[in-house]
């Protein structure tokens, strides 16, 4: 059973920056593709980040040229770089993974206030 555990989220202003992680139990590059979604209440889950296997990085359009996902080797763990935070970044952040299967953990919570 393959398991993500974020962390690294919290209390924030608007223009300040967070960086929650997602430590896989098992090795990262053994996964098709790895993101982050949200979820803020009464909204639907959305992607916010992939990373696809051979390192592309793909945004949504809300979070372009604020948000940057990477991956640490070393560490085996992935990360989100969210810079320029808003209120409507508030949300649970959750790490996804796929390989055959699609896998996410608990989420973290990030708020923004203004």
């Known amino acids: 059973q393959v398991q993500l555990v974020e962390s690294g989220g919290g209390l924030v202003r608007a223009g300040g920056s967070l960086t929650p992680s997602c430590e896989p139990s098992?090795?990262?590059?053994?996964?098709?593709?790895m993101g982050w979604s949200r979820q803020s209440p009464g909204n639907q889950r959305e992607v916010v980040a992939t990373l696809t296997a051979s390192s592309l990085p793909v945004y949504a359009d809300a979070v372009k040229g604020r948000f940057t996902i990477s991956r640490n080797n070393a560490k085996n763990t992935l990360h989100l770089q969210m810079n320029s935070l808003k209120p409507e970044d508030t949300a649970i952040y959750f790490c996804d993974a796929s390989s055959r299967v699609d896998y996410w953990g608990q989420g973290t919570q990030v708020t923004v206030s203004s």
């Open positions: 098992r090795n990262i590059y053994s996964f098709d593709h």
